[in-house]
């Protein structure tokens, strides 16, 4: 009977495990306003905060990630957009980094080869690598930051994805 129960307990568990990570499926549309952060630096940047996006999983160092997205921007860009994953929760000091390094020695991912042209629709696939743990699973625990530099002054550039599809390998 111990034997029964904890065959069951394991199975739960792994099946909790398997259940608790990116679904692979697609969650667009997705709206981002990057919003003026000149405050803090030469950028702006916006988040997909949202509990489809890890469903609910807590991002461990190594952990490979492949985002497939599809989107367009309503104003010409000044530079690509970058992406990586991003701690904000309440302890992490306004945000820090998980699967890059911070500046100067950045390395976020861009969205597109290319600086992005209102208008036109870009469709493109990046692999991010944690450097680090996550410490929890909630979505401010694990959020997808983007980053474009850009001149102060000028309109917050709005990313409308059609496709968004974060796997984790």
């Not at 568990?13 to 981002?32: D, F, K, R």
């Not at 994953?85 to 969205?111: E, F, M, R, T």
């Not at 625990?141 to 409308?160: A, Q, W």
């Amino acid at each position: 009977m111990k034997k029964v129960l904890f065959v069951l307990l394991a199975l739960c568990i792994a099946t909790a495990v398997a259940l608790a990570q990116p679904s692979g499926t697609n969650i667009g549309p997705v709206t981002v306003e990057l919003k003026d952060n000149f405050k803090y630096g030469k950028s702006y940047a916006g988040d997909v905060r949202i509990p489809e996006l890890m469903n609910g999983y807590k991002v461990m160092k190594g952990d490979v990630f492949t985002l497939k997205v599809t989107y367009t921007v309503d104003r010409d860009l000044e530079q690509p957009i970058a992406v990586g994953i991003v701690d904000q929760s309440a302890g992490s000091g306004y945000w820090n980094p998980i699967s890059y390094k911070q500046p100067p020695d950045s390395s976020g991912l861009h969205l597109s080869t290319e600086t992005p042209k209102a208008g036109k629709t870009y469709t493109i696939e990046v692999t991010m690598t944690a450097l680090k743990n996550s410490p929890g699973a909630t979505p401010d625990h694990n959020t997808l930051r983007m980053e474009s530099i850009g001149k102060k002054g000028k309109p917050n550039p709005i990313v409308t994805f059609t496709e968004f599809v974060l796997t984790k390998k």
